[in-house]
């Protein structure tokens, strides 16, 4: 069963959506307009990519199991 939404909700998934869009822009702004950038965002996404590749593969062939877990209510809630 969905939950039904709130009113101010559509808002934030609108501006959600707008700040995604003005970010990537500023992005390609930075790439077209400053050359020192392009290396910086190029090593960064090679390096960001390559973490992620690993974490994926590690959790993969290596998934945490629930008796591995000691704390599993580390603020005491619930």
Do not use: C, D
């Not at 003005?22 to 290396?39: F, I, K, N, Q, S």
């Amino acid at each position: 069963m969905e939950p039904t939404p709130q009113p101010g909700q559509e808002k934030r998934v609108l501006r959600s959506s707008a700040s995604l869009i003005v970010a990537v822009a500023l992005v390609l702004v930075l790439l077209a307009w400053l050359p020192a950038y392009r290396w910086f965002f190029l090593i960064s996404l090679a390096i960001g990519v390559t973490v992620a590749g690993i974490l994926h593969f590690w959790n993969k062939h290596k998934p945490v199991k629930e008796e591995n877990i000691e704390n599993k209510r580390p603020l005491g809630l619930g």
